[in-house]
């Protein structure tokens, strides 16, 4: 009896060294299918017109990114009034209060949920930038479609998570920094955005067209055309975009290697602070060990808690004039905010990031105290939407040049876009700080002076860090950075 089970312990330890075996020949085989497929991808041409081509599609996803990261703003006050039943349509009523509060801890609850982002993101480092790219286009249409058919407020704050689940990826931008030349990359990144906010006035043109005041429900099909274009482009893109040229040039290096050679550059990423593959982990620790990242979070993190007011604009328009002056501010303030997003990415190549961040930063504050001013002194529809499209476009640019741009510039290739997505979402820490706040005290105060009295020292704060600690990173090789590039 004994002998048997000595046999069969010696059986089970022979199939578990021969199963390991085979996993190890077949991730080996993997990895050989995978660079074969990557060394033809470099090999094959991509055409005179590739760039011109992969920057309208680029483009248009970016369109869909910033369609669904304000929908849910702009229809708040009128999908509240429908799901809540408010009959009388009043954004200063305690039962729209009510519904706030109902709501608006979700939006706070959110930026929790979003600690699984960066190893969501984390995963093109390893199976390529294009797959995320459909993933997180069609994602953003799915999470539309979900709040589009809502009649329950569970099924709207489940869509609401999902569209704020895949719009901080911003998979799009990572593709345009990878594929653009390196003297252009803010630019192509500033004009593809600017192009999309402005796109952002179609909002108010829906809701011009599908939104009446006397049809409680009309709000759901302002959601539909960017539903049916989401989807349908991100489905689209798997098929006619190519793989980034810096996502193959490093994946193809690191499988070229022998496994000792593997062993030996990990034990050096590890002395480091990173590694080839990226991780979420392994990004942490880089972020917090390397000094230009670690003011970069710092400065990401205190600007960040200011951005709850682009939550509520809508509730502050709709409390100051009707729902058709409310249409027009729609219409304006993306116009403007647009043309701020696509001059600041020409100074961001010509002026570097620091200047820029300072100026933009300086923008957002002086355009938010003139919305709030246009809303309180009854100053009309064009006035406020001017002052919040220069708030927000000062507010968002300066938010991709020094949570988006800054870090991929300062981050190795092989850990780029997990320093990406899991900076974004330790600095969403800084967003759950303001939102709290907010939903603390807006049931004590005016949610316009909240504004003022939790922006302004937030941002005051981060632009003093950006300009005594943080390093300039305009002209930097992408291909070349290391961790002791900004030591």
Request: proline residues 3%.
């Amino acid at each position: 009896m004994k002998e048997e089970r000595k046999l069969f312990r010696e059986q089970r330890k022979l199939f578990r060294e021969q199963m390991k075996l085979l996993r190890e020949q077949m991730e080996l085989l993997r990895e050989q299918m995978e660079l074969l497929r990557l060394n033809r991808e470099a090999q094959r041409p991509k055409g005179a017109y590739y760039l011109l081509f992969a920057m309208i599609v680029l483009t248009v996803i970016y369109i869909v990114d910033e369609i669904t990261s304000n929908m849910n703003s702009a229809m708040q006050p009128y999908a509240l009034f429908d799901l809540f039943h408010i009959a009388s349509r009043n954004v200063n009523t305690p039962e729209y209060t009510n519904a706030i509060n109902t709501v608006a801890p979700w939006q706070v609850a959110s930026n929790l949920f979003l600690i699984i982002t960066p190893f969501y993101k984390a995963l093109s480092d390893r199976f390529g930038r294009r797959l995320f790219l459909m993933i997180n286009t069609v994602g953003m249409g799915v999470g539309m479609l979900i709040v589009m058919t809502s009649h329950s407020t569970v099924q709207y704050i489940l869509g609401m998570l999902a569209m704020m689940f895949f719009t901080p990826n911003d998979m799009q931008v990572l593709y345009i920094m990878e594929t653009a030349p390196k003297e252009k990359r803010a630019t192509y990144s500033f004009i593809a955005k600017g192009i999309a906010l402005i796109s952002v006035s179609l909002i108010g043109v829906l809701s011009r067209a599908f939104l009446k005041e006397d049809v409680p429900e009309s709000w759901r099909m302002v959601y539909l055309i960017p539903v049916i274009v989401a989807i349908v482009v991100g489905a689209g893109s798997f098929l006619l975009m190519r793989e980034t040229p810096v996502f193959v040039e490093q994946r193809r290096g690191y499988l070229s290697l022998t496994p000792e050679e593997r062993r030996i550059k990990a034990e050096e990423d590890k002395k480091n602070g990173t590694a080839e593959q990226g991780g979420v982990f392994r990004a942490i620790r880089f972020i917090f060990k390397n000094r230009q990242l670690r003011w970069i979070f710092i400065a990401g993190f205190l600007f960040f808690a200011t951005t709850f007011y682009t939550s509520y604009y809508s509730t502050v328009l709709e409390g100051a004039m009707t729902t058709a002056l409310v249409s027009t501010a729609l219409i304006i303030y993306p116009l403007v905010n647009g043309v701020v997003t696509i001059v600041s990415g020409f100074f961001s190549d010509k002026l570097g990031r620091k200047k820029v961040c300072l100026i933009l930063g300086g923008l957002a504050l002086l355009g938010l105290l003139a919305f709030v001013l246009a809303c309180r002194l009854n100053w009309g529809p064009v006035a406020a939407g001017i002052a919040y499209g220069c708030s927000i476009g000062g507010l968002w640019s300066m938010s991709d040049t020094l949570i988006l741009t800054m870090p991929a510039e300062s981050s190795p290739s092989g850990m780029r876009a997990s320093v990406m997505g899991t900076i974004s979402v330790m600095i969403g820490a800084g967003m759950f700080i303001g939102q709290a706040l907010f939903l603390v005290l807006q049931n004590f105060f005016p949610m316009d002076i909240l504004f003022l009295c939790i922006g302004v020292p937030f941002m005051a704060v981060s632009l003093i860090l950006i300009m005594l600690k943080v390093r300039e990173t305009k002209d930097v090789d992408l291909d070349n950075v290391t961790a002791d590039t900004f030591r």
